[in-house]
């Protein structure tokens, strides 16, 4: 086993990139503050050594994940030397992480990034003094072009071998003396046996992280207490602050001894900025964009490909093909029925998106890693933040009207996890595609003159988001941490095609393993229980499993207007992919092809509902727990089971809720029918609702209160 | 006067940040520390929130978070 070592740095200071040149490994590069999530590490090339990645982080406090994860790493996995990525063009901000860096007793080398960007601008740099001021070695590299990473990779070994450190920075003369004095105290009192200055400060700075795990005596903690009140006295500031400070001084004194800066002109980046976030040109370059996006990816180029997948591929060469081998080979029907209908009809359904996962991711990489991203966020914010989300929320939420499946996978561009989650949760709300012939074929049959019924299912996915939004924030899981919208908007730059190439690869890779698998497990046992009946013989799905389990359950829809056993049945075959809706409508009442031919299912099932309960089933298929393929997305994106049924019972209950309303509601105004009971219910929950949306509640917590982060 | 009340275009040099904990941890980690100076580059379409450059680099802050920031004019003189 060789060494280890770990690489920090800013985020977008080209941290990624650098790994993957160091390692040769397939990683993910993005240029959004904090996309590197989890560890990941590789074998630096023709090497045993280690190198792990850190996430991308501004400082070492105890507030953010990616910071906490980044020096619980630093402190208890004991790498051997840290690469600091430093971006020259940047180099004051990324320092001040190097000042924290170097305290905790580890060799750092500092890897010097983005020189040639640094050198067109104009400002030169004193390589051998940054040396000599910060104590480090100091190597120049260009992680975009590969080039002195092998002189980097000899410098981090040799420094490791070497081991020890001390570094160089010192604060101004009260501060250190405190240190100094709280660092001994702890020695003396056998709380610490190294690293005295880094826990002094985090002592000092009264980290809770850090106090929990020192455990330190009440009258050890007393006397540190009052010699960092008096500093905080003398110097008017928490101590917190004052040592953010005197970091932030050492390093302008630096910059100002090795750096000599050119006047100011306007870049590139500056240039593209002055246009993309203009005040008036914002938003229409920002529609024209999404709807760029939207077109491509959705509605022409990506939906002939999933068209031609399903329809030509899956449905008529696997699915021909394998049937004429099964047969020649004298396969029992039934097993040619479970591969075509079950498996390849709902596993090819599914693959089907890949075309289209693959154009949106290509178009979303490209987006994030040039910087676009960012000022998406930048642009959206104050529209979205009015109902809980961020400005993040927003690219999901579009891309969510085409299939939810890759909406919830891009709310990863997201960093704060609440937001996330709330994304997540809600954007199976927006009407997708694979529900809008649910919709046509009910507007079709009960509204065939009021063109508005169909796309009213729009307004009201977009109603639910943000009535969900405002309602959400009010309990106690999302009320708790607002993350402070304090964001870097990174430059403008062109990305390589090799990142977004792996980019999309790993996308597209994880959606075909991961949404696979379930996909093909849940088909399996659907077409089982639609099939067979509880002797286990082959019936017609009218007498299957399937359909005794809808008469059972019917009951339950009785108060939205559907409790019929058909319905019910459409309903949960809609779980594996939301086209069976109508699909089984069609198999029911013997009418093949029901997606395009929806007018001979629409006179039979106009007997089933009246249309305020018509309209009901709509509003219930529109918000209820969503696809198989949505649902192994979210199991994903929201890292397990927990928040996965938390996510599927919010979506169904409020579906439940609305359709309750509406039937109740709506029947008692236009038919004069339903229970007094029932229409009171419906009242005294609507007026709940109305009263969760403007109520000043928040989940007993204040909603400004920032704290550390929970691990 | 605060950061938020700064009018786009000015420059401002930071006398004091006003919050505590975590907001004020990350605006000084992000930069913005006492005697630093600032530009309000633009306000987005919406009216909020502002992007400021600070040591060189872009930043965006919600005005709200801003307010908690009082500045002065760079020539020294409060206001």
Redesign the interface.
């Given at each position: 086993m060789g060494y280890s070592i770990a690489l920090a740095g800013n985020p977008n200071c080209g941290k990624t990139t650098l790994f993957n040149s160091l390692t040769g490994s397939k990683q993910y590069v993005g240029n959004w503050p904090g996309v590197t999530v989890e560890k990941k590490s590789g074998d630096i090339k023709g090497t045993d050594d280690e190198l792990v990645d850190l996430p991308g982080i501004?400082?070492l406090?105890p507030?953010?994940l990616d910071e906490v994860v980044a020096r619980d790493y630093l402190l208890n996995g004991h790498p051997d030397t840290i690469i600091d990525i430093v971006d020259a063009?940047?180099?004051?901000?990324n320092l001040?992480l190097t000042t924290q860096l170097t305290e905790l007793g580890i060799p750092v080398v500092i890897a010097l990034n983005m020189m040639d960007l640094f050198e067109k601008s104009g400002d030169k740099l004193d390589i051998k003094k940054l040396e000599v001021l910060t104590g480090c070695p100091v190597v120049p590299v260009s992680a975009l072009k590969n080039s002195n990473v092998d002189a980097l990779i000899r410098v981090a070994l040799d420094a490791a071998k070497t081991g020890g450190f001390k570094p160089l920075f010192h604060y101004s003369g009260l501060l250190q003396k405190t240190i100094d004095k709280v660092g001994a105290l702890l020695l003396r009192d056998g709380i610490i046996t190294e690293n005295a200055s880094w826990f002094a400060i985090k002592v000092m700075e009264r980290d809770g992280r850090v106090l929990k795990k020192l455990d330190i005596p009440n009258e050890t903690m007393g006397h540190i207490e009052s010699i960092t009140q008096d500093l905080e006295r003398r110097l008017d500031d928490?101590s917190?602050?004052i040592i953010?400070?005197a970091r932030?001084q050492f390093v302008t004194d630096i910059v100002d001894k090795a750096v000599i800066k050119a006047p100011d002109s306007m870049t590139m980046s500056d240039k593209i900025?002055r246009i993309v976030?203009n005040?008036?040109l914002?938003?229409p370059i920002f529609a024209l964009i999404m709807w760029g996006v939207y077109y491509v990816a959705v509605s022409t180029v990506g939906s002939y490909a999933t068209t031609w997948i399903t329809d030509v591929f899956f449905g008529q060469i696997v699915s021909g093909n394998l049937t004429a081998w099964m047969e020649a080979h004298g396969t029992a029907e039934w097993l040619i029925s479970l591969v075509n209908d079950g498996i390849i009809g709902g596993v090819g359904s599914v693959l089907g998106f890949v075309p289209q996962i693959m154009i949106l991711f290509c178009f979303i990489s490209f987006l994030e890693d040039c910087g676009y991203m960012?000022r998406v966020?930048?642009?959206?914010?104050?529209?979205f933040?009015r109902f809980g989300l961020s400005g993040k929320s927003f690219i999901p939420m579009l891309i969510g009207t085409g299939c939810s499946v890759p909406a919830i996978m891009s709310s990863r561009t997201i960093e704060d996890i609440e937001d996330r989650r709330m994304t997540i949760m809600l954007t199976p709300f927006i009407p997708c595609s694979a529900k809008l012939p649910i919709f046509a074929m009910i507007a079709g049959a009960f509204f065939p003159t009021q063109t508005w019924v169909a796309p009213s299912m729009y307004f009201v996915g977009i109603g639910m988001v943000i009535l969900s939004g405002i309602i959400l924030k009010k309990f106690p899981f999302f009320a708790g941490v607002p993350a402070?919208?304090?964001?870097?908007?990174?430059?403008y730059h062109m990305p390589s095609f090799r990142s977004i190439a792996l980019h999309v690869w790993d996308r597209s890779k994880a959606f075909i393993i991961k949404a696979g698998t379930v996909i093909f497990i849940g088909c399996t046992i659907i077409w089982f229980l639609e099939n067979l009946n509880w002797q286990m013989a082959f019936v017609e799905p009218a007498e299957s499993i399937l359909a005794s389990i809808g008469g059972f359950i019917a009951p339950l829809f009785l108060p939205l207007g559907f409790g019929n056993w058909q319905s019910t049945v459409a309903v949960l075959s809609g779980i594996l992919a939301k086209e069976n809706v109508v699909a089984t409508f069609g198999i029911l009442y013997g009418v093949a092809d029901a997606t395009e031919n929806t007018g001979a299912v629409a006179s039979q099932i106009s007997q089933l509902f009246t249309p305020v309960g018509a309209y009901a089933f709509m509003v219930f298929n529109l918000l209820a727990s969503p696809c198989v393929a949505s649902i192994a997305t979210m199991y994903r994106e929201l890292g397990g089971w927990k928040w996965t049924l938390r996510a599927i019972g919010f979506q169904t209950g409020m579906a439940y809720l609305m359709a309750f309303l509406v039937n109740q509601i709506g029947s008692a105004l236009f038919y004069d029918q339903g229970t007094v009971t029932a229409v009171v219910i419906a009242v005294v929950l609507a007026a709940l609702l109305l009263w969760l949306l403007i109520s000043d509640y928040h989940g007993g917590k204040t909603n400004l209160t920032?704290?550390?982060t929970d691990l | 006067m605060t950061l938020n009340e700064v009018p786009v275009g000015k420059s401002v040099q930071v006398e004091k940040i006003n919050c505590q904990g975590a907001l004020k941890r990350r605006i000084m980690d992000m930069g913005i520390t006492k005697g630093v100076k600032i530009y309000v580059r633009k306000i987005a379409p919406f009216g909020d929130p502002m992007e400021l450059t600070v040591r060189g680099y872009e930043l965006s802050i919600r005005k709200a978070d801003a307010a908690n920031i009082l500045v002065a004019d760079v020539a020294g003189s409060s206001c």
């Open positions: 501004y400082s406090s507030y953010s063009t940047n180099i004051e901000r001040y928490d917190e602050s953010t400070d932030y900025d976030t005040r008036w914002a938003l960012a966020a930048f642009i959206m914010d104050r529209l933040r402070p919208f304090v964001m870097e908007l990174p430059k920032y704290k550390e | -």
